[in-house]
T-cell receptor, first 110, second 114 residues
Framework: GEDVEQSLFLSVREGDSSVINCTYT??????LYWYKQEPGAGLQLLTY?????DMKQDQRLTVLLNKKDKHLSLRIADTQTGDSAIYFC??????????FGSGTRLQVQP | NAGVTQTPKFQVLKTGQSMTLQCAQD?????MSWYRQDPGMGLRLIHY???????DQGEVPNGYNVSRSTTEDFPLRLLSAAPSQTSVYFC?????????????FGPGTRLTVL
């Protein structure tokens, strides 16, 4: 079946850039997503990218997609303490059901 | 719009009890789904529905039932609760049928089975 892998933990200093990586196995994935989850809260969609794109930028967020290597990354510029959260990568091949990674915990140190 | 609402927020059950987790959305979304989130893991799909009267199983359907009699509501029933069902449950909805639609998530129900 489909699989989505993420590293578990990332620690950065405030003001630095953060890069969270994700790999997926489903070659028919059409949409790839990044969600943010703060403690005790639901999931907040940050951004998504269509598989025929290789980059999408939205303010401090940059998503890069390498479809050949099935690798997705999320770069957060000028990381703030409010960015501390768990970040989930997810994909769908148009089935309207998402396959999620296990999440990357981002810790931002002042 | 209230978005996706879930009740209750917290629930404690004893092994063998049954209960229904409620989910409602007021965005006229065709697609609704239930996920569970276990510690250190991502969300796993339990059941989903592509419209009123149509439901299907996801990755981890055992021990759960769903029905979709209206567009707005998609309740999840635990038939006989087990400690392995201790988890946080999220309901989601999205536009259909085009892909890429944003899934709107409810705030979650934290369930503990003793």
């Amino acid at each position: 079946g489909e699989d989505v892998e993420q590293s578990l933990f990332l620690s950065v200093r405030e003001g630095d850039s953060s890069v969270i990586n994700c790999t997926y196995t489903d070659s028919s994935s059409t949409y790839l997503y990044w969600y943010k989850q703060e403690p005790g809260a639901g999931l907040q969609l940050l951004t998504y990218i269509f598989s025929n794109m290789d980059m999408k930028q939205d303010q401090r967020l940059t998503v890069l997609l390498n479809k050949k290597d099935k690798h997705l990354s999320l770069r957060i510029a000028d990381t703030q303490t409010g960015d501390s959260a768990i970040y989930f990568c997810a994909e769908t091949a148009g089935r309207r059901a998402l396959t999620f990674g296990s999440g990357t915990r981002l810790q931002v140190q002042p | 719009n209230a978005g996706v609402t879930q009740t209750p927020k917290f629930q404690v059950l004893k092994t063998g009890q049954s209960m229904t987790l409620q989910c409602a959305q007021d965005m006229n979304h065709e697609y609704m789904s239930w996920y569970r989130q276990d510690p250190g893991m991502g969300l796993r799909l339990i059941h989903y529905s592509v419209g009123a009267g149509i439901t299907d199983q996801g990755e981890v359907p055992n021990g759960y039932n769903v029905s979709r009699s209206t567009t707005e509501d998609f309740p999840l029933r635990l038939l006989s609760a087990a400690p392995s069902q201790t988890s946080v449950y999220f309901c989601a909805s999205s536009y259909g049928p085009s892909g890429g639609a944003e899934q709107f998530f409810g705030p979650g129900t934290r369930l503990t089975v003793l």
